[in-house]
């Protein structure tokens, strides 16, 4: 019963340097979310997927891109990554009305 | 998307029921109140949700008043492991498709003692 998969759990970038963090969830759910979290701060949502072939931004989007590859992936692109996307990366998901389901998290440090 | 205000932290005491109160003032006619629990190095996970009045599930309850400017989470009787941080979370509850945005506040952070 694997939910929300998140890969890597962890990485260390150079400035400069470019990632994609994946995202699997296998409960058949038409939306997908990408959210930040930093020290001490609640989450924010870098980018969403409403449904398969569909993105939008969220609250923090710069310097990201998304990708929904099919229902059940989302993943997150750092093109050129910076030390102030040094974070804690999580992927939920839902479907209809239902609460978001969330990974358990990729942590990121950029140097 | 309605603003939250939550206490930044709470103490207690096993064996307690534990009351955390989020403000939310500017809650529009279609919003729903969602708690999330989040431990750490793990994503936050659904506790309770709710429109008006009361709820309860297995794990908490869930009060809101008739102007739903606010609303209370209550964990009856809290052990060391339900210390974590709690969000209250505002936003439509789409019926079909899923996309809403929900924002998330700092939490409150709970602090369980023997």
């Known amino acids: 019963n694997a939910g929300v998969t998140q890969t890597p759990k962890f990485q260390v970038l150079k400035t400069g340097q470019s990632m994609t963090l994946q995202c699997a969830q296998d409960?058949?759910?038409?939306?997908m979310y990408w959210y930040r979290q930093d020290p001490g701060m609640g989450l924010r949502l870098i980018y969403y997927?409403?449904?398969?072939?569909?993105?939008d931004k969220g609250e923090v989007p710069n310097g990201y891109n998304v990708s929904r590859l099919n229902k059940r992936e989302f993943s997150l692109r750092l093109e050129s990554a910076a030390p102030s996307q040094t974070s804690v990366y999580f992927c939920?998901?839902?479907?209809?009305?239902?609460?978001?389901?969330f990974g358990d998290g990729t942590r990121l440090s950029i140097l | 998307l309605a603003k939250t205000t939550q206490p930044i932290s709470m103490d207690s005491y096993e064996g307690q029921e534990v009351n955390i109160t989020c403000s939310h003032n500017?809650?529009?006619?279609?919003?729903?109140i969602t708690w999330y629990q989040q431990f750490p190095s793990q994503g936050p996970r659904f506790i309770i949700q709710?429109?008006?009045t009361k709820v309860t599930n297995e794990v908490a309850s869930l009060f809101i008043p008739a102007d739903r400017k606010s609303s209370t989470l209550s964990l009856p009787r809290v052990s060391l492991s339900d210390t974590a941080v709690y969000y209250c979370?505002?936003?439509?509850?789409?019926?079909?498709?899923?996309?809403?945005?929900?924002?998330f506040g700092t939490g409150t952070q709970l602090k369980v003692e023997l």
């Open positions: 979370l505002v936003g439509e509850r789409r019926l079909t498709g899923g996309g809403n945005k929900l924002t």
């Open positions: 939920a998901s839902r479907e209809g009305n239902q609460p978001q389901h």
């Open positions: 709710g429109y008006k």
């Open positions: 997927s409403a449904s398969e072939g569909t993105t």
């Open positions: 500017n809650i529009a006619t279609n919003d729903y």
């Open positions: 409960m058949n759910h038409n939306s």
